[in-house]
């Protein structure tokens, strides 16, 4: 019997590695980036075809290679960082295992020039699928000048299982922004399809998050600085009032490198306490320095996993750090005023400034020895003061809650038993002869005697509106059946029926990120369709000029970055459809009900009529229940 053991050809080595390492364009501009910065390099410029798909070019003006130790760079394990085993724990690069370039130049057209500082010709080295076609002197700038040309063109499995470009290069700009914040010293510029999307100088750490996220961030950090025999940390976390429920920023990094440690943030936010609600996050960027051995930074192949050998130390630093941190920044001494005795004021009117002249009721005699600043005491009664008269704006409120009454219940009028067949069985209602009545309201939810409108329904926690039906009771979630019936509405706009807009009083000015730009640019058309009126004004700020109707409780640029952040987290080349479908479900999640929010009798009619006229009621478009029945057989067993 033969051997069956063979070693692997190099190439089909090379993209087994490349499989762990190389996993999409962004991890080709980590790792070449990273051995720019290794390279000593002060300025580093990213170019960007079509997310990376096309062309990832990356220039820098590090120290270059020669020719030998450009061709040897490709190798399996060549690096220039170790030399020994225990070199790995005394690491003062960002690269060490010599697996990026091979790699990389596995999966996909290579091109390097590359020149060292201080000599006149350098080298063109140019690789294809691991295979070196050719190496020849060249004149070029001193440093790095890396091109590479259709990522995965080999591997087309890989190929077809990348995002669509607008995710793809999200994560580009993620990767992007962990290297350039702790690399404050190096001037940066990322540009993308001819667009600078960056253009970053060298600068101190907190000019470098002002300039990736927005000078919005400058009031709202505190800077964190402690200094212990294990550890340094420094950096900055926000004001408890700043913690957000999405599109927060959060930094660790460890002698220059990123890392992710949920047991870090746990520290973190326990030193928060209680000075922000559960649902949000506080932003934070801090850096570590430790010791290198330490450390253990070759668990995986990212290098974003990070064994601490003095962990639960290093936790209790950080925790009183930021305890104390925000305890400085809290303890802020405040006024408490006595309003017992305290006169009255008139207000200033409405446009501000000083106030008109008040208005009294008329025959007041006033005592002309009266001093509002007088305390009375001894039990006796102030003086007479004048009062203000009541405004005179004609307020029909009667004639306001008719038309309402009137459109609520024409909502009703097309309601019938035949819209409910296969969501619930429907209960009749019936009026004080015991026989049903006629429409307007039949086919509704309920059963019972008749009584008046708006009492068939019960809210329970301000969460769920309860009825009873034949097969016992049905219970609606407010805020799914709000979304559903939002939803609904929007797609019905998107296939060409009409649906209402209302202009926005102050326009709200939207500042973005920009790859969030570039992704709202690309859903301007798509957006305008479900009721939202964008404008661009300079750079990537933008303006939301007129919104769906119904929306205007919801923070429209909370929900604009709630959909930029669903479509750019999106997976696969997305359809026309499938995007409208998306974006609706965003909008209307914003716009729908809150939990916690007490309904009347005639918004729990409204919106459970609303729900029944949909053509499938029972489910959320994310598939979330919106009706639950409580049958009668249930009920009877609690007894």
Not at 208 to 233: A, C, H, M, Y
Not at 430 to 449: D, H, V
Not at 582 to 599: D, E, F, H, S, W
Request: proline residues 5%; hydrophobic residues 40%; charged residues 20%.
């Amino acid at each position: 019997m033969s051997d069956v053991i063979k070693l692997l050809p190099d190439s089909v080595a090379n993209q087994i590695a490349a499989g762990e390492v190389i996993q999409r364009p962004a991890s080709v501009v980590k790792e070449l980036v990273e051995n720019a910065i290794d390279a000593q390099a002060t300025q580093i410029q990213i170019i960007l075809k079509d997310a990376g798909r096309t062309l990832i070019q990356i220039i820098d003006n590090g120290v270059g290679m020669s020719e030998t130790d450009a061709r040897l760079a490709f190798e399996r394990h060549s690096t220039s960082k170790i030399r020994k085993a225990e070199d790995l724990f005394e690491l003062h690069t960002m690269g060490f295992r010599g697996e990026a370039l091979a790699s990389i130049a596995a999966i996909a057209h290579v091109e390097l020039r590359t020149c060292r500082q201080g000599e006149q010709i350098g080298t063109k080295l140019i690789i294809n699928a691991s295979k070196c076609e050719s190496q020849e002197p060249d004149v070029c700038q001193p440093g790095a000048n890396f091109m590479i040309k259709d990522i995965f063109f080999n591997v087309p499995a890989r190929r077809k299982f990348l995002k669509s470009n607008q995710v793809e290069l999200n994560n580009i700009i993620k990767e992007f922004e962990k290297l350039a914040l702790i690399n404050y010293n190096v001037d940066f510029t990322l540009t993308h399809n001819g667009s600078i999307l960056y253009k970053l100088m060298h600068g101190s750490f907190k000019q470098r998050i002002t300039s990736l996220f927005g000078r919005s961030l400058d009031s709202q950090l505190i800077p964190l600085s402690t200094e212990t025999s294990l550890v340094k940390v420094d950096g900055f976390i926000s004001m408890p009032e700043k913690a957000k429920r999405r599109n927060y920023q959060q930094f660790f990094f460890v002698n220059g490198r990123y890392m992710r440690h949920p047991y870090f943030h746990k520290a973190v936010m326990s030193s928060y306490g209680q000075l922000i609600p559960d649902d949000c996050q506080p932003t934070y960027f801090l850096n570590f320095t430790v010791d290198p051995e330490t450390i253990d930074v070759n668990i995986h192949p990212t290098k974003t996993e990070i064994k601490f050998e003095n962990e639960m130390p290093i936790w209790q630093i950080l925790s009183a750090a930021a305890k104390e941190t925000l305890g400085k920044f809290i303890a802020v001494p405040t006024i408490d005023f006595d309003n017992a005795d305290a006169p009255d004021i008139p207000a200033f009117n409405a446009g501000g400034g000083t106030p008109a002249e008040p208005s009294f009721t008329p025959n007041i005699e006033v005592d002309s020895n009266y001093n509002p600043f007088k305390v009375q005491r001894g039990g006796s009664q102030p003086a007479a003061r004048p009062q203000p008269v009541k405004s005179n704006v004609a307020t029909n409120w009667e004639e306001l809650y008719k038309n309402f009454e009137k459109n609520r219940r024409e909502s009703y009028d097309d309601v019938t038993e035949s819209d409910l067949e296969g969501v619930i069985t429907v209960g009749s209602k019936l009026n004080a002869a015991g026989t049903e009545p006629a429409a307007p309201g039949a086919g509704l939810p309920f059963s019972g005697s008749e009584q008046d409108s708006g009492q068939h329904y019960l809210q329970l926690q301000e969460r769920y509106i309860v009825s009873q039906v034949k097969s016992g009771l049905m219970v609606i979630d407010q805020h799914r059946a709000h979304v559903l019936v939002l939803y609904e509405k929007y797609m019905s706009h998107v296939e060409g029926k009409l649906i209402t807009s209302q202009s926005v009083m102050f326009p709200d000015v939207l500042h973005l990120t920009p790859v969030q730009d570039v992704i709202l640019e690309s859903l301007q058309d798509g957006m305008e369709k479900l009721g939202f009126s964008l404008s661009r004004l300079s750079g990537n700020d933008w303006s939301v000029n007129s919104v769906p109707t119904g929306l205007d409780s919801a923070d429209v640029n909370d929900t604009v970055i709630q959909v930029i952040e669903s479509v750019g987290d999106g997976s696969g080349e997305q359809v026309k459809d499938k995007l409208y479908q998306k974006m609706a479900l965003t909008v209307a999640r914003r716009g729908a009900i809150p939990y916690g929010r007490k309904l009347s009798a005639a918004e729990m009619e409204h919106l459970v009529a609303s729900l029944m006229q949909l053509p499938q009621p029972n489910h959320t478009p994310d598939g979330k229940t919106v009706i639950a029945i409580i049958a009668n057989s249930q009920i009877e067993k609690l007894f």
